[in-house]
């Protein structure tokens, strides 16, 4: 028989970009640098110069279990998905530019060698002046830590459903200077399962399903307002009350906002509901405008304080009775229930579908009746690209409320990711 060869153990490898990596840069950073005007200094890079730009940039691994958090490996898997999708959408504006978080993670490798590497290498002399006068790396990894938060909190609100289970996200920025240089962006993510109550309305038992408010940092609430916003509705001593809804409402949401897909409404029915401010108060109904894609009213959360919690019983849209703008159509054209039901003037999918021009008898119309900018939902739904930027400036806004609510980190510990 032969000897067994002892096997000598092989020495740490040192990092080294993948035959894949370094390609797959250079063809991201030329799109971003063309993106702000800088495609005709593409050519004096070396290619030394672009492996030290790829490793250099950050990489988004893929999503674990927050500690104490049991969450599947497909589900993980499919938030790492929709996160490295969105990764790749333009929605970070950056110089007046839209820009996807990998094109701007480029550029923020090429603005960190050009201020660390490049000083006094002539052939980039002009570039670096040029494109450091425009932009500098600490600010392109702001917008980096901006983006990432945008696309990592649209997916765990996208995915979040009262009926279900919520989500919240806490990331981390991991970084190693000693060989292999390592510069990851980890996301840790928690869920909540969904909480449900049986109450007697209208003398039926009906479930209802707690309303959840997830965010960035771990956090996740239960949504609840003061009893001051509802006025005579409320006669109990409660200074909050928690915030419920029924399926009901759940599937006219669905039925009637019919060409918004599913994670959509999760989505808008979360920012529509986390933080409520005010009511209306129509006709003896409790009304919550519900709001989608740039702030367009589509209908009304109708609400009713059974006990101590505020339940949202159905949806209605915009046209229907009971809501101001459903009983000025019915003033103004005689139109009835059963009409609006027949030609399903109750559905966004007949007012976005309609061939609707500024002259036409259907737009002044709704003008009329003060639903004109329902007309917009047309572009924006039909625009895939449109369609996904409009979440921005919302979730922004939810994410800098969200900081208010917990205690603020450093810089470095909520930066950003790439792959």
Same mark, same amino acid.
């Given at each position: ?25 250079? @063809? ?20 030394? $110069? ?13 999503? !674990? ?10 589900? %993980? #898997? ?5 996160? #490295?999708?969105? %990764?790749?959408? /333009? ?17 923020? &490798? ?5 201020? #660390? ?8 002399? @002009?570039?670096?002046?040029?494109? =450091? ?8 990894? @702001? *917008? *980096?830590?901006?983006? =990432?938060?945008?696309?990592? +909190? ?18 981390? *920025? ?7 240089? +390592? ?15 049986? %109450?007697?309305?209208? &003398?039926?038992? /009906? ?16 949504? /609840? ?43 808008? *029915? ?17 009304? %919550? ?9 589509? &209908? ?22 009971? !809501?101001? $703008? ?6 103004? !054209?005689?139109? #009835? ?27 002044? +119309? ?33 994410? $800098? ?15 950003? =990711?790439?792959?």
């Amino acid at each position: 028989m032969s000897k067994k060869r002892n096997k000598k153990k092989k020495p740490p490898q040192k990092y080294s970009t993948t035959k894949q990596a370094v390609p797959q840069f250079k @063809e991201l950073l030329y799109r971003a640098m063309k993106r702000v005007g800088f495609e005709a200094y593409f050519s004096l890079l070396k290619d030394l $110069e672009l492996e030290y730009m790829t490793i250099s940039i950050y990489r988004s691994t893929r999503p !674990t279990s927050l500690p104490g958090y049991q969450i599947t490996s497909s589900r %993980l #898997q499919l938030i790492n998905n929709m996160n #490295q999708l969105g %990764l790749r959408r /333009r929605m970070v504006l950056v110089d007046s530019v839209y820009m996807s978080v990998l094109e701007c993670n480029s550029l923020f &490798g090429l603005a960190d060698f050009l201020e #660390q590497k490049a000083e006094g290498i002539v052939r980039l002399s @002009e570039f670096r002046t040029k494109f =450091c006068d425009r932009f500098r790396a600490e600010k392109l990894l @702001e *917008l *980096l830590t901006d983006g =990432c938060n945008i696309v990592y +909190l649209r997916t765990i609100l996208y995915l979040s459903n009262p009926k279900e289970r919520y989500y919240a996200f806490k990331n981390t *920025l991991e970084t190693n200077v000693v060989s292999p240089i +390592l510069m990851r962006y980890n996301s840790e993510i928690s869920v909540h399962q969904a909480q449900s109550s049986i %109450l007697t309305i209208h &003398g039926i038992n /009906r479930p209802v399903f707690r309303l959840g408010k997830p965010g960035a940092k771990s956090q996740f609430n239960w949504i /609840r307002i003061s009893s001051k916003l509802i006025g005579d509705h409320y006669k109990g001593k409660e200074k909050e009350l928690g915030v419920y809804i029924q399926s009901h409402a759940l599937n006219r949401l669905k039925e009637r906002l019919d060409i918004i897909d599913n994670l959509s409404l999760n989505y808008q *029915l979360i920012v529509s509901t986390y933080n409520i401010k005010a009511f209306e108060f129509y006709k003896g109904y409790l009304l %919550l405008p519900f709001l989608t894609y740039h702030n367009v009213k589509v &209908g009304y959360l109708v609400a009713n304080v059974i006990g101590d919690k505020l339940v949202f019983r159905t949806f209605l849209f915009v046209t229907h009775s009971s !809501t101001p $703008e459903g009983d000025k159509l019915k003033k103004i !054209t005689g139109l #009835q229930k059963s009409d609006i039901k027949y030609w399903h003037f109750d559905r966004l999918s007949t007012l976005v579908s309609a061939d609707v021009d500024a002259n036409s008898a259907m737009h002044k +119309l709704l003008k009329e009746i003060g639903i004109e900018d329902l007309l917009k939902l047309k572009t924006i739904i039909r625009d895939t690209d449109n369609y996904q930027d409009n979440f921005v400036d919302e979730l922004m806004a939810y994410i $800098e409320r969200g900081k208010k609510e917990i205690e603020e980190e450093s810089h470095w510990e909520s930066a950003s =990711c790439l792959d």
